[in-house]
């Protein structure tokens, strides 16, 4: 998937034309098919600091626009990208039994850290092809970068020795700074336009609710849809929320003045759990019973912020749906991540505080849906929350290798799982 650059503002243009030089997007932001790319998290960049050891690189980075992209697998693993290239990844790995995050540089993200700070860890005399190529080096840590000629290269260790990862021959320059307002400010038009078709198509379908769960997808339909004239917003609550997120329900419906409608379910979680077993990826009874089935005590036209590019399960719905004796429409279901955070930014609106504080998607506290590093972000946001579920898990029979590389996230574990 691509999405439009301006070389010239620096800046990501989600449509034709930017609103800074309006003038014609020059460039391209390749990424990955199901890549969701979005701006760098408070959190995300906090950890990307601490891994990159350069002064010089770090507040080049600090000041200006990260995007990151999703990359396909099992945990988090992202794309990171800078003046409109992939500069290197982000990911959460066992490494030997201890869960951590990891940075590597591309080779040219690598070329631009040169370029900032001059900084190479040693030379490669080679005429020959470089990438994968094992080298003599050794050092500590998780890349080195090194000069070979007029190139650039990123080096790796593995259990055979160092490796070259990869190598960039041309010069990088640092570019004009660009923050997240620039970003905003040129996508106005871009914004405004998916703004005024996303309120005709709720009007179109003469809704009555907004389903609100206080992520930020629900939230933005839900501004929407009160542009649009609809004032009720249903919350289903399934008792396993985070505390900030109940708060953030309850504010935001304020916020719009609108009427808040909480249902939950007769028997709480912890009242069925024992005879439904514990929630997998794989056999999610809880979704089922305490989100769908609490919708369906409601008639007519309700309006849901689920978007094609979350998750493979949604890449295929229409704008419609029908629940029970409910049509559920999705006024955003095209939009990607970036579109949401920008126009949030742009209408300057609050939203929930777990997204600064590590978490990607927002939903019940022990989700299986959860990826390794929010459940154990989770250990240190809200210990209490973490250790009673964990203390749970161990009642059924878990051991710690189940929970702590979470493995009680499936009933029958996919192969790549097994071998943790
Ligand atoms: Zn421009």
């Known amino acids: 998937m691509e999405i439009n650059y301006c070389a010239k503002c620096n800046v990501p ?9 309006r003038t014609r997007a020059s460039a391209k932001l390749r ?3 199901m890549g969701d790319i979005r701006p760098i998290s408070r959190y995300e960049s906090g950890i990307l600091l601490k891994l990159v050891p350069i002064k010089q690189v770090r507040d080049y980075l600090r000041a200006r626009l990260i995007l990151v992209a999703r990359q396909p697998g099992l945990d988090y693993r992202r794309d990171l990208f800078v003046d409109g290239f992939k500069f290197g990844i982000l990911e959460y790995v066992n490494d030997a039994g201890r869960w951590r995050y990891r ?11 040169y370029a900032l700070s001059g900084h190479y860890d040693f030379e490669v005399n080679s005429s020959g092809h470089l990438k994968g ?8 840590g998780d890349w080195a970068i090194f000069r070979s000629g007029a190139c650039t290269g990123v080096a790796v260790p593995t259990l055979k020795g160092t490796k070259v990862r990869d190598v960039f021959c041309r010069s990088v320059k640092p570019r004009r700074r660009s923050t997240l307002k620039d970003t905003t400010r040129a996508n106005t038009t871009h914004l405004a336009m998916l703004e005024r078709s996303a309120v005709h198509f709720i009007r179109n379908k003469k809704a009555d609710y907004v389903a609100f769960s206080g992520g930020k997808d ?10 649009a004239g609809v004032n009720r917003a249903v919350f289903a609550n399934t008792g396993m929320e985070f505390p900030e997120t109940e708060r953030f329900v309850y504010n935001f419906a304020d916020f719009l003045g609108i009427e808040l409608i909480e249902v939950k379910p007769k028997r709480s979680f912890w009242d069925i759990v024992d005879e439904k077993g514990v929630p997998t990826k794989d056999s999610r009874w809880c ?3 305490l989100k ?5 005590r409601f008639r007519g036209t309700m309006v849901d912020g689920s978007r094609r590019y979350e998750s493979m399960a949604r890449m295929n ?6 629940i029970g004796d409910m049509r559920v429409v999705y006024p955003i279901l095209d939009w990607l991540a970036l579109d949401v955070w920008l126009y949030i930014h742009m209408r300057g609106l609050p939203y929930n505080p777990l997204y600064d504080m590590g978490y990607e998607r927002i939903g019940c506290f022990m989700c299986p849906a959860m990826l390794n590093s929010e459940f154990h972000n989770v250990r240190r946001t809200h210990p209490r929350l973490y250790w009673k579920w964990v203390k749970y898990l161990r009642a059924q029979g878990y051991g710690d290798d189940d929970i702590i590389n979470g493995k009680w996230r499936w009933k029958s574990m996919p192969n790549k799982m097994k071998s943790l």
Request: proline share 2%.
């Open 103 to 113: 940075f590597l540089p591309t080779g040219k993200g690598a070329s631009l850290f």
């Open 31 to 33: 990424f990955h098919e």
């Open 292 to 296: 769908l089935q609490q919708l369906k």
């Open 317 to 322: 719905k229409y704008q419609e749906a029908k």
């Open 133 to 140: 190529k094992r080298i003599n080096e050794r050092f500590d």
């Open 218 to 227: 629900s939230e933005v339909a839900l501004y929407l849809a009160h542009m």
């Open 13 to 21: 243009v989600l449509g034709d034309f930017c609103d800074l030089c």
């Open 287 to 289: 979704t089922q019973y």
